[in-house]
């Protein structure tokens, strides 16, 4: 029998995945039908604004466009503006209603796969900590495991519940609104995308600075954690040799570890919501000066400015959300490299079979018994 090889395949959310991944594909089509019936109302709210002709700077007799009068006749509405008003009101309930359950249905069916693919998770973590030789406990630190099984894992739920299906949204959005954005006006769509570049390469280079912070973060609760944990457990020990201003002199100099650590983390958080949001709010600034200018010298009607203004938004937006995406898929990175750490190291079974195969190199490959003879036991020595 041949020793059984330690080397595991890294922990990625690829593999994570496996076995759920219909339900994911269900959430994204959930998504895109939802993304589908909003971009609906733009063009509502468009032809409705452009059928009011303003003249010298008053609003004239309101002239509704032919697909809204015919839907008010089909529908027996009477021929009023206040009619198709009405009609074109219902229209946007109705599409954002839908789009709603749409949404809803997303959301369920992601939390659904992610919860499915956590409870399996857990269960091989704390099934493999309980194989691990008992060296592995002497060495690690007891509230840090605690840490990886509960709020490592819970860092890589967040991330498959809510931002796999957002990456989705993101490039679905985009895909969809260009095209129909240079299909009502080609320089507005240019002007539009002008910061659209900037806001994705400042997020990736947010990305990379974040990693590290993140773990520092967590390792540092993950040692406050440890020091929280073996003192309550040995708290009769604890004050019996009356040792409680020590330990508190211990547990806060680890909290005050983890509070800067904490604090640099929302330091580079806050920094890039602010700066991300600057640039958005300027792109749809320039989108509305463009657009304006345009429709006083009479090249573009309001109603497509005000279109531009919404579908402008719904790919901003998203893209600046990225780098809430790229945050949390930091986090999960480094959670998952974190329980991969406890995963991949070789179980008792394993070192037992590596360390007998050594001691006998010539073993048959095929075993037809074991034999044990003056066996001893001691305790490891302290390497301090």
Known sequence: ??????????????????GERPKFAWAILWMALGILLVFFVPQITARVIDGFPATHGRVGPFEPPAELARIAETLGLPPTPWGWLGLAALAVVLLTGVAGLAQFAQGRTAARASERILARLRKNVYGHLMDLPASYFDQADTGDLVQRCTSDVDTVRIFLSTQVVEIARAVLLIACALPMLFALDVRLAWVS????????????????SLKEVFRASDEAEGRMTAVLQENLTGIRVVRS???????????????QEHRQRTLDLFHILSLFWSISDIL?????GLVLFFGAAWCFDGSMTIGTMVAFQQYAAMIIWPVRQ????????????VALKRLGEILHHPLESEVLVQRVAGLSPSM?????GLEAENLHFAFPRSSE
């Open 241 to 255: 040799f009356g040792r409680q201003s020590y330990e508190e002199a211990k547990f806060a100099e680890a909290n």
């Open 280 to 284: 958005c709010m300027t792109q749809l």
């Open 1 to 18: 029998m041949s020793s059984p090889t330690t080397d595991r395949a890294p922990l990625g959310l690829w593999a994570l995945t496996r």
């Open 193 to 208: 995308m002008a910061l659209l570049p900037f806001i994705v390469i400042y997020s990736l280079l947010f990305f990379r």
């Open 322 to 333: 990225m780098g809430r995406t790229l945050v949390d898929a930091g986090k999960a990175k």
């Open 364 to 368: 048959p490959s095929e075993w037809t």
